[in-house]
């Protein structure tokens, strides 16, 4: 197992376990969680997909040799369930005290009595134990090659907020160039921010903003991902490039050999938002990938992602975007800007933006629940062209849709502003992300009212759903051709 360590958690799931192990009476109370996994470069994250209350007297009850303990028929039930759901085990309880935490001798010798036999009995595990006090967990995690500590808790919510075992040290001051951003946000904020991992899917006009915006911000890490070069239509639109990277002399020729050259000479979207990114912040770790989110390569480069923005408008993205969101447990935001025209008048309809905020959790803004990712669209992006004209899919297909840089903007600064008040934590406790559409032709913005299907496969608990599996589900992506 790669350290460092860290427990990922969604608000919802913290408060209810919160609230059981302080209610406030200074007692001992227990739970477990069920969690996935998975294992990059930048350590081991084990993904709360769950929370299993311990009820007192009945599951948690006085220890023979420590003060309180799951009962053998309690912890027989809930590591069964792991090994046959391929989770991880984590048994929880709570100390006194309120910003350090750490196990007794005794929870030490139970680990030690125990953890063994339930590595068989849940294949492998890991399994381990968490113990909280208000605000701060400590770990003690066991796999077959090893034992570890935790480094710290992440929750996910309207801002987020991650718990150690004792308070760290103070952070060293910020650099003079993010002094303005510290008056905001604080010497702590800005080595948030460059200690962040943040995934932008689709580099066009909304993304290469958002490219921008995070590199001046300081983020210490972008993983851009797009597939198209850039077009002379994109100049006025993607931040960043210069008039004769469009190649239009060669482009617009009506020499078929001149014209393809021009489009193989184009940059791609992502070198040209690495140039962007470099300038703003010489010091960044920029991976430009020329590659499509719905193949299954390209998409595992985001599981340990801190954040995820969607920039581009095809089902499949939407599809696979929303299943890294539920079964890695990453916030992220989709954006789009549309611009209808009617196909016999030409008339304008209703512009409108959307920035839609999703969280891993029930009501958290699941695309599939709000109805964002139609099955008949995702049908249709499978199909070849000659299929689609066979089936009358194409009529519109060759016709660009209107777009403008400044619609961009409305839908791409609040999802960036989002980002910021999220990690910095500046939020107010009552605020509620909901998915925002904005109606520039009326000047009104719209809050949707969140939705949650309680057989959602990405966002609910289902024994079905993927949400907090990590790796030990495949993403619903095109599988690697084999050669």
């Known amino acids: 197992m790669k350290e460092p360590i860290e427990v990922r958690i969604d608000a919802p799931e913290y408060e209810k376990l919160f609230n059981y192990l302080f209610p406030g009476d200074g007692d001992e109370h227990g739970a477990v969680i069920v969690a996935g996994i998975v294992e990059s470069d930048r350590g081991t994250r084990l993904l709360a997909r769950k929370v299993i209350l311990a009820r007192d007297g009945i599951d948690y009850v006085p220890g023979q040799r420590g003060y309180r303990a799951l009962t053998a028929k309690f912890v027989a039930e809930v590591s069964n369930y792991c090994a046959r759901e391929n989770l991880c085990y984590l048994a929880v309880h709570c100390h006194g005290g309120k910003d350090k935490v750490s196990f007794s001798a005794d929870d030490i010798a139970s680990h030690e009595r125990g953890y063994p036999a339930l590595l068989d009995i849940t294949r492998g595990g890991p399994v381990g134990a968490l113990v909280f006090a208000k605000n701060a967990v400590a770990g003690d995690i066991w796999t077959p090659s090893g034992r570890y500590q935790l480094d710290r808790m992440t929750i996910i919510g309207a801002n987020i907020r991650q718990l150690y075992p004792s308070p760290r040290k103070r952070s060293p001051i910020a650099n003079p160039l993010y002094d303005r951003h510290s008056r905001l946000f604080g010497d702590v904020g800005q080595e948030i921010f460059s200690n962040l991992k943040v995934g932008i899917i689709g580099l066009g006009g909304g993304g290469s ?19 198209d070069r850039v077009e002379l239509t994109n100049l006025p639109r993607v931040v960043g490039t210069k008039s004769w990277e469009g190649m239009s002399w060669l482009t617009q ?24 990114a470099k300038q703003a912040n010489p010091f960044i770790r920029y991976d430009a990938i020329i590659g499509n989110i719905a193949d299954e390569q390209t998409a595992k480069l985001l599981v340990d992602a801190d954040f995820i923005f969607l920039a581009a408008d095809s089902m499949q993205s939407r599809l696979v975007f929303n299943a890294l969101v539920h079964q890695y447990l990453i916030p992220g935001i989709q954006i789009g800007a549309k611009v209808p025209v009617d196909k016999q008048t030409k008339q304008v309809g209703d512009i409108f933006t959307a920035t839609r905020p999703v969280l891993p959790h029930a009501y958290g803004g699941c695309l599939h629940c709000h109805e964002l990712i139609p099955p008949g669209r995702l049908q249709q992006e499978t199909l070849s062209l000659e299929e689609k004209r066979n089936q009358q899919y194409v009529e519109d297909d060759s016709i660009a849709q209107p777009s403008v840089i400044t619609l961009n903007v409305k839908s791409a600064e609040p999802a960036v502003n989002i980002f910021m008040m999220m990690f910095a934590g500046l939020h107010k406790p009552e605020a509620k992300l909901y998915h925002q559409i904005e109606f520039v032709r009326e000047h009104r913005i719209e809050q949707v009212e969140p939705r949650a299907n309680k057989d959602c496969l990405d966002c609910s608990n289902s024994d079905r759903s993927r949400r907090g599996r990590g790796d030990r589900v495949r993403l619903p992506c095109r599988m690697a051709k084999v050669t």
């Open 209 to 227: 903003l958002i490219n921008e915006w995070l590199s001046r911000l300081g983020v210490g890490h972008i993983v851009a991902i797009d597939f």
């Open 253 to 276: 020729s009506n020499i078929p050999w001149l014209k393809k050259l021009g489009l193989r000479l184009s940059p791609y979207k992502v070198h040209v938002a690495r140039r962007v």
